[in-house]
């Protein structure tokens, strides 16, 4: 099969198509014939080397952790999936390629009114929302501050977070204002003079802050909240120095919550935003998620 890989650590150049076996589902695994997956900043990272002393690699690797695509093959204990099943969720092998492996636990079925692309763009940027959310105690009548918020992650905390019934203040680029206002968020340009805006937008204050951005916005976030309570960063490596949590690590994958996110992505009334890619092209995804600038997620997809 045809498959996205990296020999050596390093710049998305040391991505290539590859020809390689197709793997074999193990118990309690399936096969998926890969119509999309997702492309996520920790991909990045793993490919530079980055994370190499938080999370083992074996090269050569192929990347991906989110797969959306056909059931081809079932291992054995598989029980509620059938080869035909149209399903999407985290992959045990890289999703860059024309098969992955995944457990029947962590995927769901996917609606039929719901895109391949739409359906890649949930697993890990709903879990990752709402697990933050969840620890910082985000609730109705307050006010959340998310930085960096364009991105396929602070797409969907925004909504969901407006869903708890809170007031969100999100940052983004000028190019991103009027998409995150199109989201239920108020919008503001990050950058110097951001603790004034935030104020002015927020005369009482800010309840809690989501840094997705990663770039220099703990200090602000820190100065708003009067200190470093209900503050939580995915992206923010001097999050520990500062005494915030930094939140890492394998998200929740639960096949419910998938299914009802889908349901609600299918239905309109959570809004998706999906950048795709043709396979051949993930070394230009991976830039673009680089570069940290995109709207929504980035997907590769696979004919």
């Keep these: 099969m045809k498959a996205i890989q990296f020999d050596r650590f390093g710049t998305t150049a040391e991505l290539h198509l590859a020809d390689i076996e197709i793997p074999q589902p193990g118990p309690g ?9 997702g492309v996520n900043a920790l991909d990045g990272k793993i490919r530079s080397g980055q994370m190499s002393g938080a999370i ?4 050569p690797s192929t990347p991906g952790f989110e797969v959306a695509g056909i059931v081809d093959a079932v291992g054995p204990d598989v029980n509620d999936i059938v080869v035909g ?29 719901l895109s391949w692309e739409q359906a890649v763009a949930l697993p890990i ?26 991105g396929a992650v602070g797409t969907i905390a925004i909504q969901l ?19 995150i206002t199109s989201l239920g968020a108020v919008a503001t340009e990050y950058g ?40 939580a960063t995915i992206a923010d490596f001097r999050a520990r120095e500062l005494g915030i949590p930094f939140v890492s690590g394998p998200t929740p994958r639960s096949p419910k919550r998938l299914r009802e996110l889908a349901r ?40």
Excluded: C
Excluded at 87 to 111: H, Q, R
Excluded at 161 to 179: E, H, S
Excluded at 214 to 226: E, F, P, Y
């Design 29 to 37: 695994q399936v096969r998926v014939e890969v119509r999309a997956a």
């Design 56 to 59: 083992t690699t074996s090269l």
């Design 85 to 113: 099943d149209e399903v999407f969720g985290w992959s045990d092998t890289g999703s860059y390629a024309e098969y992955a492996l995944a457990g029947n636990s962590a995927v769901a079925i996917k609606p039929a009114d």
């Design 125 to 150: 940027a709903g879990a990752t929302a709402e697990r933050v959310l969840d620890l910082l105690e985000v609730a109705a009548g307050e006010t959340v501050l998310l930085h960096g918020a364009s």
């Design 161 to 179: 977070a407006t869903a708890r019934g809170a007031r969100v203040i999100a940052t983004a680029g000028p190019a991103n204002q009027d998409y």
């Design 192 to 231: 110097e003079g951001l603790v004034d805006r935030v104020k002015a937008l927020a005369p009482y204050g800010v309840d809690a802050v989501f840094d997705l951005a990663g770039r220099g916005a703990l200090d602000d976030s820190i100065a708003l909240r009067g200190g470093t309570e209900r503050i």
């Design 264 to 303: 609600d992505a299918a239905a309109g009334t959570l809004v998706t935003t999906v950048n795709t890619y043709p396979l051949e092209q993930a070394a230009a995804a991976q830039d673009t998620s680089d570069a940290g600038h995109s709207r929504g997620k980035l997907a590769l997809t696979i004919d």
